[in-house]
C-alpha cells in the first residue's frame, strides 16, 4: 500500500490518499505537494521502430515520468509504418521488450496509420488499436493519404469499427504547390508561410465533412490556426462527434520564435501568429478544445541543424509540457481543473479508457528553468530552454509503483 500523508487536493484541503500496491511505502509531504491525476499523453512519437537514435522507449518513458505522464498514444509514422497487423504485433514486442530492461510498466496504446493500401487492416485490428490516424499531408515519414476516395474509406471503415480517426490536417496539394512558391529560401521561418493556414483549413474542413457523412469520430490533432478552431466549434454545434487537441508548442510558440530558435521551432503544423494563439487559450476557456497533446517528437540536434529543406520537422515535448501548464495556471490563463481535464479526464472519456489510480505530486511553487542537460528525452534538447517555470512534477505514481522525479531519476 502506498500511502501519501498530508497531500493538497485540486481544492486546497489537505488530507491522507491510499494507493493500492504490492509495495509498502509512506511518502508525508507536509501539505508542501498537490495531487493530480497521472497525465495520458494522446500524441507522442517514441520513434521505434527505425528511428531509435532519436528516442526509444527506454529514454521515452523515463522523459514521460519525468512530466508527471504514465499513459501514452504512440504514432505510427514508424520505419516500416504501423499500418498492419504485422507492423503492429512487431513494434507491440519491441515496446515490451524496451520497457522490461527499464522497468518502467508506462501504459500505451497505438494507432494504426491509414494506408491506402492496407485498409482492410482497420476492421481487423480493431480491438487492438486506439484508433486511426490519417495524414492528409505529408509529415515526418511515408504515412500520406493522397487518394479521396481512399481517404473517404478510412472514415467510413473507421466509423464501422467505432474507431475515432485522428487526422493530421494540412491539405497535400496545397503544401506542394506553396513548396514550389517558395523553392530554395532558406530560412526557417518561411516553414509557416509554405505550410500556410489555407492548409490546414481545407483539410479540417474535408475531415468534419467525412466525420458527418459517415457519423464517424474525429479527433483533430494539433490545431494550430483561428479559422480551424471556429470549425470545429460550429460542427460541435451541429453535434457532428469531433474532437480537438492543442500543443504546447502552438499555446507557448509563434512565429516570433524562429528569430531565437530557427529551425529547432519547425514542426508541422508550423508556428502561427499571436492572433491564434490568443484563439487557441479562448478555445481552452470554452471547451472547444478537449486535450492537450504534446506531439512529442524528437531528432537530435545534428538532425535540427540541417539546412531548410533537410531539417527534420518536430520538437520534443512530454516533458515540459505538464510544468509549462502550471505556470500558466499561475498567470492566470487556465485553472488546475481544466489542466486536468485537458491531459486526462477528457481523454478517458473521449477514447473510453477504463480509469486507473496513477497519480502526479506536484510543488506548485517550485521554479525551475529547463535545462537541456537536465532532460530524460533521448534528443537531449528543448524548445523551452532557459525558461523558468514554477509549477514541476515531484513524484508520479505508475501502477502502484513511485518515480521520484529527480535529474538522475529512480525508483523508490
Not at 70 to 85: G, Y
Not at 264 to 271: A, E, F, I, R, T
Amino acid at each position: 500500500m502506498i500511502k501519501i500523508k498530508n497531500v493538497k487536493t485540486l481544492s486546497g484541503k489537505v488530507e491522507d490518499h491510499i494507493i493500492q500496491s504490492d509495495h509498502d511505502v509512506v511518502l508525508d509531504v507536509q501539505g508542501k505537494l498537490t495531487l493530480l491525476p497521472a497525465l495520458i499523453d494522446a500524441h507522442v512519437h517514441f520513434r521505434t521502430p527505425g528511428a531509435e537514435h532519436k528516442e526509444d522507449w527506454q529514454s521515452g518513458a523515463q522523459a514521460a515520468l519525468a512530466g508527471g505522464v504514465t499513459t501514452v498514444f504512440d504514432m505510427p509514422n514508424n520505419i516500416p509504418a504501423c499500418i498492419s497487423q504485422s507492423t503492429l504485433d512487431e513494434k507491440k514486442k519491441t515496446i515490451d521488450h524496451q520497457l522490461a530492461q527499464v522497468k518502467i510498466p508506462l501504459r500505451y496504446y497505438l494507432y494504426l496509420g491509414a494506408d491506402q493500401s492496407h485498409l482492410e487492416e482497420i476492421g481487423k485490428l480493431r480491438s487492438k488499436i486506439i484508433g486511426v490516424k490519417v495524414y492528409m499531408g505529408a509529415s515526418t515519414g511515408g504515412l500520406v493519404m493522397t487518394d479521396p476516395a481512399a481517404l473517404d474509406r478510412t472514415f467510413q471503415m473507421a466509423a464501422q469499427a467505432d474507431l475515432i480517426v485522428a487526422v493530421h490536417a494540412e491539405d497535400e496539394k496545397i503544401l506542394q504547390e506553396r513548396a514550389q512558391l517558395f523553392k530554395g529560401i532558406t530560412d526557417p521561418s518561411i516553414h509557416s508561410q509554405i505550410r500556410d493556414r489555407a492548409a490546414a483549413i481545407k483539410a479540417v474542413n474535408q475531415a468534419i465533412d467525412l466525420a458527418e457523412k459517415y457519423s464517424a469520430q474525429l479527433f483533430v490533432l494539433h490545431v494550430s490556426t483561428a479559422e480551424e478552431i471556429d470549425l470545429i466549434r460550429k460542427a460541435k454545434q451541429n453535434g457532428i462527434l469531433v474532437y480537438a487537441e492543442a500543443t504546447p508548442h502552438h499555446l507557448f510558440l509563434n512565429e516570433n520564435d524562429y528569430r531565437k530558435w530557427g529551425s529547432l521551432v519547425q514542426m508541422n503544423p508550423p508556428l502561427r501568429t499571436r492572433e491564434d494563439q490568443e484563439a487557441l487559450w479562448e478555445a481552452i476557456r470554452d471547451g472547444t478544445i478537449d486535450s492537450i497533446g504534446s506531439d512529442h517528437a524528437p531528432h537530435t540536434l545534428e538532425e535540427k541543424k540541417f539546412p531548410y529543406g533537410s531539417c527534420p520537422a518536430g520538437v520534443p515535448g512530454i516533458e515540459t509540457l505538464l510544468p509549462l501548464l502550471l505556470d500558466a495556471y499561475h498567470q492566470k490563463m487556465i485553472t488546475l481543473e481544466k489542466i486536468v481535464a485537458l491531459t486526462r479526464t477528457n481523454i478517458e472519456s473521449i477514447f473510453r479508457l477504463e480509469h486507473n489510480d496513477d497519480v502526479v505530486l506536484v510543488d506548485l511553487e517550485k521554479i525551475q528553468e529547463v535545462r537541456n542537460e537536465a532532460l530524460k528525452t533521448k534528443c537531449g534538447w528543448s524548445p523551452f530552454a532557459g525558461r523558468k517555470l514554477r509549477g514541476w512534477p515531484v513524484y508520479t505514481v505508475l501502477k502502484g509503483q513511485v518515480f521520484h522525479n529527480t535529474e538522475e531519476g529512480y525508483t523508490i
